[in-house]
């Protein structure tokens, strides 16, 4: 089975930079996805890590450290529209392959 | 243009009802999914399903069960409504072999049980 952990919530200032944590302890690590939700909306997906190091979309950066059980999405010049739930989920290896969700981060930015 | 498309958006019904969730996605992709998110957002998956395989979280009951008429469609049946059972219902898909895309999810639907 799989532990994720994220904080509940983050506040932040537009145009700033926040750095979310997902710490994860797992048998067969197998991938590693970072998903936004908006509020009554469906996530979507921002990014999937498998192999240690930085991956840049844009304003989006998400890390990975297999060996720590760590990963961080980083979010650049914040916007109001990011105001949103980010969800760490966690692909083990073997069963399956379905990633299991973190219970997400809920980030406010003011202005 | 829907990628992934569930209906209905909202379903109010009465305990001990049975209903129905309909998710199609013209993606072209593999597999496809239903996932269940409580009052405090957690995402849990409920099934996993391609033309090669179900797989069920054990953890759902048997109430819950998916229907796939072909590839694009995978139908949520739901018996006996509870109402522990209101929550948001996501319809998701994904191609095996690209997981860099991650998941599709659909717009979901709001159950809720009376």
């Known amino acids: 089975g799989q532990n994720i952990d994220q904080p509940t919530e983050m506040t932040a200032t537009e145009g700033a930079i926040v750095q979310i944590n997902c710490t994860y302890q797992t048998s067969g690590f197998n991938g590693l996805f970072w998903y936004q939700q908006h509020a009554g909306e469906a996530p979507t997906f921002l990014s999937y890590?498998?192999?240690?190091g930085l991956e840049e979309k844009g304003r989006f950066s998400s890390f990975l450290s297999r060996s720590k059980g760590y990963s961080y999405l980083l979010l650049k010049e914040l916007q109001m529209k990011d105001s949103a739930s980010y969800l760490c989920a966690v692909r083990e290896e073997g069963g399956s392959y379905i990633p299991t969700f973190g219970r997400g981060t809920s980030l406010i930015v003011h202005p | 243009d829907t990628a992934v498309s569930q209906t209905p958006k909202y379903l109010v019904t009465q305990m001990g009802n049975d209903k129905s969730i309909k998710c199609e996605q013209n993606l072209g992709h593999d597999t496809m999914y239903w996932y269940k998110q409580d009052s405090k957002k957690f995402l849990k998956i409920m099934f996993s399903?391609?033309?090669?395989?179900?797989?069920i979280n054990e953890t759902v009951p048997n109430r819950f069960s998916p229907k796939s008429p072909d590839k694009a469609h995978l139908n949520l049946h739901i018996n006996s409504l509870e109402l522990g059972d209101s929550a948001v219902y996501f319809c998701a898909s994904s191609q095996d072999d690209s997981f860099n895309y991650g998941y599709t999810f659909g717009s979901g639907t709001r159950l809720t049980v009376v």
């Open positions: 399903y391609n033309n090669k395989e179900l797989i």
């Open positions: 890590n498998v192999l240690d």
